[in-house]
T-cell receptor
Framework: DTGVSQDPRHKITKRGQNVTFRCDPI?????LYWYRQTLGQGPEFLTY????????KSRLLSDRFSAERPKGSFSTLEIQRTEQGDSAMYLC?????????????FGSGTQLSVL | DQQVKQNSPSLSVQEGRISILNCDYT??????FLWYKKYPAEGPTFLIS?????DKNEDGRFTVFLNKSAKHLSLHIVPSQPGDSAVYFC????????????FGTGTRLTIIP
């Protein structure tokens, strides 16, 4: 399977705990995106990387959120001191940028439940 | 501020008929539009896209139409099949937007056998 892989698929945590999600993009893709989707809404952009550089962050990404992409390969998204409002599906996507219109390929997501 | 709007939360269509899903946008900087399909507990899957220099793009049973003056696009599926039952998201990216997508809220399509 050469698609975008996310781990874990599901995470249940207690309020105040830290959680970390991992995303492995399609190997030749140089761009990696994180999105969040809540019930009844479409995915909302959080942040994106071109290779290892984090080039844009949404205002939705509070200081409790941090994302990394060491060596431009896999990425991690960490949420510190989780709150119930963080409960959502966290989606990772990747693309290969050639300066034109490219489509994003999404993983299956990590469903986070904060109790 | 919802820049991409899908005003129909749900749509039911009989198998074999045409399904038409609609999407409106407000940001004039959007120049690339995509439709994604999503099954429960899975990530969105790319379906079809259209650049703003075109007004129609076709791929098999799927056709996307773009009306730039009305800031409106639609997805036509014909003939509709039971496997098409899913949530469909319209998405758009802006000039120089680094392919960052803005999504609508989705339309749940149900194909009735």
């Amino acid at each position: 399977d050469t698609g975008v892989s996310q781990d874990p698929r599901h995470k249940i945590t207690k309020r105040g705990q830290n959680v970390t999600f991992r995303c492995d993009p399609i190997s030749e893709h140089n761009r990696l995106y994180w999105y969040r989707q809540t019930l009844g809404q479409g995915p909302e952009f959080l942040t994106y990387f071109q290779n290892e550089a984090q080039l844009e962050k949404s205002r939705l990404l509070s200081d409790r959120f941090s994302a990394e992409r060491p060596k431009g390969s896999f990425s991690t998204l960490e949420i510190q001191r989780t709150e119930q409002g963080d409960s959502a599906m966290y989606l990772c996507a990747s693309s290969y940028s050639q300066g034109g219109d490219e489509k994003l390929f999404f993983g299956s997501g990590t469903q986070l439940s904060v109790l | 501020d919802q820049q991409v709007k899908q005003n129909s939360p749900s749509l039911s269509v009989q198998e074999g008929r045409i399904s038409i899903l609609n999407c409106d946008y407000t940001n004039s900087m959007f120049d690339y539009f995509l439709w994604y399909k999503k099954y429960p507990a899975e990530g969105p899957t790319f379906l079809i896209s259209i650049s703003s220099i075109k007004d129609k793009n076709e791929d098999g049973r799927f056709t996307v139409f773009l009306n730039k003056s009305a800031k409106h696009l639609s997805l036509h599926i014909v003939p509709s099949q039971p496997g098409d039952s899913a949530v469909y998201f319209c998405a758009a990216s802006a000039v120089g937007g680094n392919e960052k997508l803005t999504f609508g809220t989705g339309t749940r399509l149900t194909i009735i056998p």
